[in-house]
Structures are given as structure tokens and as C-alpha cells.
């Protein structure tokens, strides 16, 4: 059996060898799996008049209830343009309450109201739902696989504010 691991050419490190055919079959399933994972929540926001950005927006809102509009900023990694029409409309429509800080005035923290949280709840079970199949179907090694992988796909600044957030949630 031969060795499919080859030297990384930055260090002692190794990783395993793959075609450019494996990678580009690994590219189109994230772009597949993608398409599956919001596909139910899709077809909910959809009926509401809603997009992805709303999903996203309400998403990272419940799990860290009182962010800021800047937290959230650098969370999402859009224009404050575009999180600012998202918003707008979450607020409009009831979703999203926007309190006043009281440390600093002109801070601006973000809460679901009780609307905001049902609709996230039910948006959050169908991909639960999705994933836990996934999971279940695929084996605990694979999970912490895929696990591994998603994190080395991210930027390092990235990967330090998503292990900032699970640690705020104690996970």
C-alpha cells in the first residue's frame, strides 16, 4: 500500500495528497451540500419576503443576544449598507428590537423579540434536522473530520472569533 501523505512544503507538517480531480469533486459537493442545507429555510423566507442575509442576520443575533450593530458587522462580514436594509426590515416587521446601549449611547444592541425567536427556532430545526441526519449517516469520525476540515478552511482570524463565539456559549 502505498503512502498518500506527502510533505507540506512549509514545514514538517503533512497532508494528504490529493488530485486536482479529488479537489474540484470536493469543491462541487460543498456548492451541492450548500444548496441542501438552505434549502428548507429558503423555501421559509421565501414566504415571508425574505432572504439569506435575514436568516444570517437572525441566526447570529440569537446566539448572542444584546450584540452590537458592529459586532454583528464583523460577524457577517458585509457592508453596514447591507446589514443596515436587513435590519431596517427585522425591525420593521417586529423581529429584531434594537435597544440603546446604556455604557455608550450610541451603541445599538440587538435583540430578538418573540416573533424574531420562533421564526429562527424554526428556520435553525430544519437544518438541525439536515445536519443531525448527516451526522447520524455518516459516523462520529466523520463528523470530527468534517469538523476539522471546515475549521482549516478558515481564515485564522476567523477561526479565533468562531472559537470565541462557542466559548461564549460554553460548547
Do not use: W
Amino acid at each position: 500500500m502505498t503512502d498518500t501523505r506527502a510533505p507540506h512544503p512549509a514545514g514538517n507538517e503533512t497532508l494528504l495528497f490529493l488530485t486536482d480531480e479529488q479537489l474540484r469533486q470536493g469543491i462541487e459537493a460543498m456548492f451541492f451540500a450548500y444548496r441542501g442545507f438552505t434549502a428548507d429555510p429558503d423555501r421559509i423566507l421565501a414566504g415571508l419576503s425574505y432572504g439569506r442575509a435575514h436568516h444570517r442576520a437572525l441566526h447570529f443575533i440569537n446566539a448572542a443576544p444584546g450584540t452590537t450593530v458592529n459586532n454583528l458587522l464583523r460577524t457577517l462580514g458585509v457592508t453596514k449598507q447591507s446589514l443596515n436594509r436587513v435590519l431596517r426590515t427585522l425591525i420593521e416587521d417586529g423581529l429584531v428590537e434594537s435597544r440603546v446601549g446604556r455604557a455608550d449611547r450610541r451603541e445599538r444592541h440587538l435583540y430578538l423579540t418573540g416573533e424574531g425567536a420562533a421564526l429562527e427556532r424554526q428556520l435553525s430545526d430544519a437544518q438541525r434536522s439536515r445536519m443531525r441526519a448527516a451526522y447520524r449517516n455518516a459516523g462520529p469520525e466523520a463528523v470530527a473530520g468534517f469538523k476539522k476540515v471546515l475549521e482549516a478552511m478558515m481564515d485564522s482570524e476567523l477561526r479565533a472569533q468562531y472559537h470565541a463565539m462557542r466559548e461564549g456559549r460554553n460548547e
